[in-house]
């Protein structure tokens, strides 16, 4: 249309012309051989608009923006930024309510939501300050006690120069909050996500806050072929790629031939790996499930840590990683890319500028629980990211500056990605404000070394060579029919600890734990998230806890706040065998025990006043005049035909679920120092918690004899259709060896143990 205006006649020809030009006939064929170069110019036009149309209405809008910026960008040339780094001055913070705040190790946090529970367990770690950075999708009355929140107009008030490039709706806006944290003192920023419950609750324990020089393993350079690794294979997970990792690398599951090593202290950035929901991409998410259930994904925890060689890259993310000073220029997150992108392609500038420190990349073993909260992942917010990221590796690795100082060159970088397209003109101007900021806060630029790519590289000799075979851990995530791919056993295997997985195992040894702790360890540890083992003595060398069996209840709440995002406990003694392949149809959100086995739950009369049942039944009186009015009535409701007698249960074993831990603290809270026996203490605990018409049955049908002095086990009492068998013993390998051939008749795969 504009060529056509720019080219019309003036419009007084126009009318002349249609005034005196002859008659025309209305053949259609002859109106089109005459307009052809009309039409052809309007379809045009036309097929241009619902492109557009099409463009922005299924791609995401970083696609439209880098096929509008291109078209810009062949018009008007890039420019450089030239920055005069003397004169911009240090400026403190003059404004927030924290100016005078010091220290030195943060954890930064975008909010969208009001404080999750993985949020509230991050304001907790000790010695380490939680900064939260909201959006414009923030509630305006956020608050968490023992954080510092940082809403928009309080980020507006800071007079951060890269303010004027961030958009208002999105996590990007951390960026303020790493300013901030540099401007209040840190040193150490761990990059986190409100949904990530660090493992242990100690960050210390996790990633290696203070750097120390010792060996640790590092990736072959041996083939120079190689720009990229998969590190889930390295943590035992074959079958899962992190989000950025390019689609063409996925198919390469095998583990190193061998590693090489590199001392330790300059892993400025530590990316770990993360439990339950792993940072995937959504092709990812999308093909390995077929229902709502929610991703859990486990990783080897003793895999040891890895590092990076010069040439080689891994993906970084925004939620489990931890930056040591020398690196807080990496921090920047990039504003023209998608979200889903932004902290791939900053992880990807970040490694290789660091490579011009002398310093690396290291990834840990699981670091943190992430909670599939099964949400719609966004594959659009992704194109751009699988298109780009095999052809931004290639460009980083061949990528050099002749520049001098680590500003300029991370200035020439941005300044080559945007002219290759990798992001836009608006990201230079990001970089240069960033880097601005960044002295004004007072951060100082590290000194540069020289680069190892450009040297010869070493051969490998055959005492350099480190070995490390990863587990191959079961791919339990894969929402696939296991029929037809694995075996019967595998896949009955894979549904235990699906249903288990999340359910912390607690088991009394009465017996040596010497030589059978290891053993339960092995037989259980299988199915079950975690395995506790209690005894009457401590053994440091075996994670072998101490306990006292009759007041076993006063010990569990240490291991409920210990385990605090299990689903459930399972309580066991050592003489009882669980047959989990039985428990399945159990309800995880009630509980389980033993009242409907008569052997096991029984009312006691007392006879007398000193007696052992009249002391116990006094104790209990005294505890359920003291409860709350819910504990209180639904006890008396559910012994309201023996008011007078006393409810004795075995308790070898039961179960309770993570809605009712809070209720059995307090119930334990309330016994105090009295010496209630847990025969008589947990029975009271179920009947005051929920009413035992809600207690689920499936420890009904167990195996129960009474243990008598000269008890031995015998193989006839065990059946492997019951949920459970009591008695049983167990106090030697032979011992166990026995249990293992009655039990693999539900378990076949058990016989691999022995």
Same mark, same amino acid.
């Given at each position: 249309?504009?060529?056509?205006?720019?080219?019309?006649?003036?419009?007084?020809? #126009?009318?002349?012309?249609?005034?005196?030009?002859?008659?025309?006939?209305?053949?259609?064929?002859?109106?089109? &051989?005459?307009?052809?170069?009309?039409?052809? #110019?309007?379809?045009?036009?036309?097929? +241009? #608009?619902?492109?557009?149309?099409?463009?922005?209405?299924?791609?995401?809008?970083?696609?439209?923006?880098?096929?509008?910026?291109?078209?810009?960008?062949?018009?008007?040339?890039?420019?450089?930024?030239?920055?005069?780094?003397?004169?911009?001055?240090?400026?403190?913070?003059?404004?927030?309510?924290?100016?005078?705040?010091?220290?030195?190790?943060?954890?930064?946090?975008?909010?969208?939501?009001?404080?999750?529970?993985?949020?509230?367990?991050?304001?907790?770690?000790?010695?380490? @300050?939680?900064? *939260?950075?909201?959006?414009?999708?923030?509630?305006?009355?956020?608050?968490?006690?023992?954080?510092?929140? %940082?809403?928009?107009?309080?980020?507006?008030?800071?007079?951060?120069?890269?303010?004027?490039?961030?958009?208002?709706?999105?996590?990007? /806006?951390? &960026?303020?909050?790493?300013?901030?944290?540099?401007?209040?003192?840190?040193?150490?920023?761990?990059?986190?996500?409100?949904?990530?419950? $660090?493992?242990?609750?100690?960050?210390?324990?996790?990633?290696?806050?203070?750097?120390?020089?010792?060996?640790?393993?590092?990736?072959?350079?041996?083939?120079?072929?190689?720009?990229?690794?998969?590190?889930?294979?390295?943590?035992?997970?074959?079958?899962?790629?992190?989000?950025?990792?390019?689609?063409?690398?996925?198919?390469?599951?095998?583990?190193?031939?061998?590693?090489?090593?590199?001392?330790?202290?300059?892993?400025?950035?530590?990316?770990?790996?993360?439990?339950?929901?792993?940072?995937?991409?959504?092709?990812?998410?999308? +093909?390995?499930?077929?229902?709502?259930?929610?991703?859990?994904?486990?990783?080897?925890?003793?895999?040891?840590?890895?590092?990076?060689?010069?040439?080689?890259?891994?993906?970084?993310?925004?939620?489990? +990683?931890?930056?040591?000073?020398?690196?807080?220029?990496?921090?920047?997150?990039?504003?023209?890319?998608?979200?889903?992108?932004?902290?791939?392609?900053?992880?990807?500038?970040?490694?290789?500028?660091?490579?011009?420190?002398?310093?690396?990349?290291? $990834?840990?073993?699981?670091?943190?629980?992430?909670?599939?909260?099964?949400?719609?992942?966004?594959?659009?917010?992704?194109?751009?990211?699988?298109?780009?990221?095999?052809?931004? #590796?290639?460009?980083?690795?061949?990528?050099? &500056?002749?520049?001098?100082?680590?500003?300029?060159?991370?200035?020439?970088?941005?300044?080559?990605?945007?002219?290759?397209?990798?992001?836009?003109?608006?990201?230079?101007?990001?970089?240069?404000?960033?880097?601005?900021?960044?002295?004004?806060?007072?951060?100082?630029?590290?000194?540069?070394?020289?680069?190892?790519?450009?040297?010869?590289?070493?051969?490998?000799?055959?005492?350099?060579?480190?070995?490390?075979?990863?587990?191959?851990?079961?791919?339990?995530?894969?929402?696939?029919?296991?029929?037809?791919?694995?075996?019967?056993?595998?896949?009955?295997?894979? /549904?235990?600890?699906?249903?288990?997985?999340?359910?912390?195992?607690?088991?009394?040894?009465?017996?040596?734990?010497?030589?059978?702790?290891?053993?339960?360890?092995?037989?259980?540890?299988?199915?079950?998230?975690?395995?506790?083992?209690?005894?009457?003595?401590?053994?440091?060398?075996?994670?072998?806890?101490?306990?006292?069996?009759?007041?076993?209840?006063?010990?569990?709440?240490?291991?409920?706040?210990?385990?605090?995002? *299990?689903?459930?406990?399972?309580?066991?003694?050592?003489?009882?065998?669980?047959?989990?392949?039985?428990?399945?149809?159990?309800?995880?959100?009630?509980?389980?025990?033993?009242?409907?086995?008569?052997?096991?739950?029984?009312?006691?009369?007392?006879?007398?006043?000193?007696?052992?049942?009249?002391? @116990? *039944?006094?104790?209990?009186?005294?505890?359920?005049?003291?409860?709350?009015?819910?504990?209180?009535?639904?006890?008396?409701?559910?012994?309201?035909?023996?008011?007078?007698?006393?409810?004795?249960?075995?308790?070898?074993?039961?179960?309770?679920?993570?809605?009712?831990?809070?209720?059995?603290?307090? %119930?334990?809270?309330?016994?105090?120092?009295?010496?209630?026996?847990?025969?008589?203490?947990?029975?009271?605990?179920?009947? &005051?918690?929920?009413?035992?018409?809600?207690?689920?049955?499936?420890?009904?049908?167990?195996?129960?004899?009474?243990?008598?002095?000269?008890?031995?086990?015998?193989?006839?009492?065990?059946? *492997?259709?019951?949920?459970?068998?009591?008695?049983?013993?167990?106090?030697?390998?032979?011992?166990?060896?026995?249990?293992?051939?009655?039990?693999?008749?539900?378990?076949?795969?058990?016989?691999?143990?022995?």
């Amino acid at each position: 249309m504009l060529v056509q205006d720019r080219y019309a006649p003036a419009k007084s020809q #126009i009318r002349e012309i249609r005034r005196f030009s002859e008659p025309k006939s209305l053949d259609f064929s002859t109106w089109v &051989s005459e307009n052809l170069s009309r039409i052809v #110019i309007i379809s045009l036009s036309i097929v +241009t #608009i619902l492109a557009l149309f099409f463009l922005y209405n299924t791609t995401d809008t970083a696609s439209l923006l880098c096929f509008q910026t291109q078209s810009t960008q062949s018009l008007q040339p890039l420019t450089r930024p030239q920055i005069k780094w003397n004169s911009i001055r240090v400026l403190p913070d003059k404004t927030s309510p924290y100016s005078t705040f010091v220290t030195e190790k943060w954890i930064v946090v975008s909010v969208t939501n009001y404080p999750t529970e993985e949020l509230k367990g991050l304001v907790k770690i000790k010695g380490w @300050q939680v900064l *939260a950075v909201g959006n414009s999708l923030t509630p305006k009355d956020w608050s968490l006690k023992g954080s510092i929140f %940082l809403s928009l107009d309080a980020q507006a008030e800071l007079g951060y120069r890269v303010l004027d490039h961030l958009p208002y709706d999105s996590f990007v /806006r951390k &960026s303020v909050g790493y300013l901030f944290a540099i401007q209040h003192g840190a040193n150490k920023i761990y990059d986190a996500d409100d949904r990530g419950e $660090v493992i242990g609750g100690d960050l210390g324990k996790c990633f290696d806050v203070e750097l120390v020089s010792e060996p640790m393993l590092q990736y072959s350079h041996e083939d120079p072929n190689r720009t990229v690794v998969n590190p889930y294979i390295h943590f035992g997970q074959r079958s899962v790629w992190p989000r950025g990792l390019p689609l063409e690398n996925v198919g390469e599951i095998n583990h190193e031939e061998f590693y090489t090593e590199v001392f330790g202290g300059k892993q400025f950035i530590q990316q770990g790996v993360s439990n339950g929901l792993p940072d995937v991409d959504s092709v990812f998410y999308f +093909t390995r499930k077929t229902t709502l259930e929610g991703f859990d994904v486990r990783f080897d925890e003793h895999a040891p840590k890895v590092a990076l060689p010069q040439g080689v890259m891994v993906p970084v993310n925004s939620f489990n +990683t931890l930056y040591h000073s020398s690196a807080f220029w990496g921090l920047m997150l990039p504003v023209s890319v998608s979200s889903m992108a932004s902290d791939v392609l900053r992880g990807y500038w970040g490694q290789r500028l660091l490579w011009e420190l002398g310093g690396y990349v290291a $990834v840990y073993p699981p670091t943190a629980h992430r909670f599939d909260r099964i949400e719609a992942y966004p594959f659009a917010e992704e194109k751009d990211l699988h298109v780009n990221v095999g052809r931004l #590796i290639k460009f980083l690795i061949a990528w050099r &500056s002749e520049k001098h100082s680590l500003f300029e060159k991370i200035l020439d970088l941005s300044f080559a990605m945007a002219e290759e397209g990798f992001w836009t003109e608006q990201e230079l101007k990001f970089t240069s404000a960033w880097l601005q900021d960044l002295i004004t806060v007072g951060y100082q630029q590290p000194r540069l070394m020289s680069l190892e790519l450009d040297r010869p590289r070493a051969n490998i000799g055959h005492g350099d060579r480190k070995e490390f075979v990863p587990r191959k851990l079961p791919s339990v995530h894969l929402g696939v029919e296991e029929t037809g791919t694995v075996s019967t056993e595998i896949g009955n295997l894979i /549904r235990w600890r699906k249903n288990f997985g999340n359910v912390v195992l607690v088991m009394f040894c009465n017996g040596p734990v010497e030589r059978t702790a290891l053993e339960w360890r092995l037989l259980y540890g299988r199915v079950f998230k975690t395995v506790v083992i209690l005894s009457s003595r401590k053994n440091s060398d075996l994670y072998v806890e101490e306990a006292k069996l009759d007041h076993i209840y006063k010990h569990l709440p240490k291991i409920f706040n210990r385990y605090s995002s *299990a689903e459930g406990f399972l309580f066991v003694e050592d003489d009882t065998v669980l047959n989990y392949w039985n428990l399945l149809q159990a309800d995880k959100t009630k509980i389980w025990t033993t009242d409907k086995v008569s052997k096991s739950w029984t009312s006691v009369n007392p006879t007398g006043k000193s007696d052992w049942f009249s002391v @116990q *039944a006094e104790l209990v009186k005294r505890t359920v005049s003291t409860m709350p009015a819910h504990f209180q009535v639904n006890y008396k409701e559910a012994a309201k035909n023996s008011l007078d007698a006393l409810t004795v249960c075995s308790s070898e074993v039961f179960y309770v679920p993570k809605r009712l831990v809070t209720d059995f603290v307090d %119930l334990v809270d309330i016994v105090g120092d009295m010496d209630l026996h847990y025969k008589v203490a947990l029975p009271m605990f179920f009947m &005051s918690m929920d009413s035992p018409l809600n207690f689920d049955p499936v420890l009904g049908s167990m195996v129960y004899k009474k243990k008598t002095s000269s008890f031995n086990s015998s193989l006839s009492l065990y059946s *492997a259709q019951a949920p459970a068998v009591h008695p049983w013993s167990i106090s030697s390998e032979q011992d166990f060896i026995k249990l293992v051939g009655q039990m693999a008749e539900g378990d076949p795969l058990l016989m691999e143990l022995v």
